[in-house]
């Protein structure tokens, strides 16, 4: 049972305060662009609860299938289940944006309680996130978006399974980094016009197991960092390397990506 003592220490205070100011400089620092990637963090008791909440969610899933990804998303606040919805909500509160800010040098942070774009992620067999960078402004917070928190939930992952998250140059070969979705990881990047991620080969996992995360999304206001100030929908890279933004796409294109050969 969810009690408010449980809730008010769902995030490891400590831990974040000391990771933030021993690892900010090289979070800083890092390339192809700014990130971390940091193991351990949460209390697995919360985590284990929020995966069996997940495993009991049946309904309310978006599918997402064109050529460039095949995954599910499930964002409505409302109907999450009551661990995970406030777990959402203190990775929204003030001490998680401290966090962040002290992380990643970015001040004046706003978390999204729309949560576009966020939310539970589930990926299945076959399953694939192209290599893209994200959609740049948020429209209901008129905000642009400049960080990405991931956190992976998934038990004895292993190395063949694939779903790696993936850190890229704009380049078609330029993979730089890959990292194994475990559970209790946590990836943490600054989002920018060229912070090319994604996992593009298709899922190597048994049948009865998906690859799950939890993904939040943190803005500013005014600063846009080195974001497009030119609003654009997710852009990904096609397989001759280039700039594929779907937003632009006709009807008919998106259409006849969704019923073709995918994957």
Request: proline share 5%; aromatic share 12%; glycine share 6%.
């Amino acid at each position: 049972m969810l009690t408010m003592d449980r809730y008010n220490n769902m995030l490891p205070y400590d831990t974040l305060t000391a990771l933030a100011r021993d690892e900010a400089e090289n979070y800083q620092n890092a390339q192809p662009c700014r990130h971390g990637v940091y193991d351990g963090i949460f209390d697995e008791k919360i985590l284990d609860a929020i995966l069996e909440e997940i495993e009991s969610v049946e309904n309310n899933w978006t599918s997402f299938e064109t050529e460039y990804e095949k995954k599910f998303q499930f964002n409505r606040d409302q109907d999450l289940p009551p661990i995970t919805r406030a777990f959402f909500h203190n990775l929204n509160s003030e001490p998680f944006l401290r966090f962040l800010s002290e992380l990643t040098g970015i001040k004046g942070l706003i978390p999204d309680p729309y949560m576009k774009g966020g939310g539970i992620h589930k990926i299945p067999r076959g399953g694939k996130l192209g290599v893209h960078v994200d959609f740049n402004l948020h429209r209901e917070l008129d905000a642009y978006r400049r960080i990405n928190v991931i956190i992976y939930l998934n038990k004895n992952w292993k190395e063949e399974y694939g779903g790696h998250f993936q850190l890229w140059r704009e380049a078609k070969s330029g993979c730089e980094k890959k990292v194994l979705p475990i559970f209790n990881r946590m990836a943490i990047f600054s989002t920018t016009n060229t912070s090319f991620h994604g996992h593009p080969e298709p899922l190597n996992c048994p049948e009865d197991r998906s690859r799950r995360s939890l993904a939040l999304y943190y803005y500013t206001s005014k600063d846009p960092g080195e974001q497009s100030l030119k609003k654009h929908s997710t852009v990904f890279l096609d397989e001759d390397g280039r700039r594929d933004e779907l937003g632009k796409r006709t009807f008919a294109d998106k259409v006849k990506n969704k019923i073709g050969k995918v994957f």
